[in-house]
C-alpha cells in the first residue's frame, strides 16, 4: 500500500470538507429544522387549517351562489369566491385571525401535551399525551373540512362525517 499517496488522498478530502464549512453547517442546520418530525408536524397542522379556511371558503360562496339561484358546482363555488369576498361574505382580515389563532392554540395545546409526556418520561410512566392530542386535534380539523364541503353541496363526504365523529370520540 502507498502511504504517501493515502495520506495525500485524505488530506485533499479534509481541504475540500473544509472548504465552505460555514455554508455547510449553515445548510445542515436549516434543513435539520426544516425536516425535522415536529417542523412536519407543524407544517401538516398549518395545511389542514388552511384547507379548514379555504372549505369554509368555498361553503359560504356556494351559500351565496344558492341565495342567487344557482345551483353551483365545487368548482364553481370555489371561483364564487372571488364574488363572495366583493360582497363583504368573506373577510381576509377574519380569516387571518382564525387561521392564526387555530395555530396558536394548536401549539400551546401540543406543547402542554408534550410537557405532560416529558413528567410521564421522568415518572417512568407510558407516555400518551402528545399522541392523544395530536390525534384530537387532526380529527376535528378533518371533521371540520369535511362539514365545510358538506355545507358547500359535496354530497359524497356526508357518510364521512358520522365516521369521523366516531373515530374521534
Known sequence: MNY??????????????????????TLAAILALLLHKHAIL??????????DCLTKWIAIAHDYLISQGQNPTVLQSLIGIKVARSKGLISSEVMKHRF????CVYL?????????DLIMVELYKPTWAVG??????????????VENLNAAGVEAVKGLIDT???KRM
Open 4 to 25: 504517501r499517496l493515502f495520506t495525500d488522498s485524505a488530506l485533499a478530502a479534509a481541504q475540500t470538507l473544509y472548504y465552505g464549512w460555514s455554508y455547510k453547517v
Open 42 to 51: 407543524f407544517y401538516a397542522f398549518s395545511v389542514l387549517v388552511f384547507l
Open 100 to 103: 392564526l389563532g387555530k395555530i
Open 108 to 116: 400551546l395545546c401540543v406543547m402542554a401535551a408534550a410537557s405532560a
Open 132 to 145: 392523544t392530542i395530536i390525534g384530537y386535534l387532526t380529527a376535528t380539523e378533518l371533521l371540520s373540512i
Open 164 to 166: 369521523i365523529k366516531k
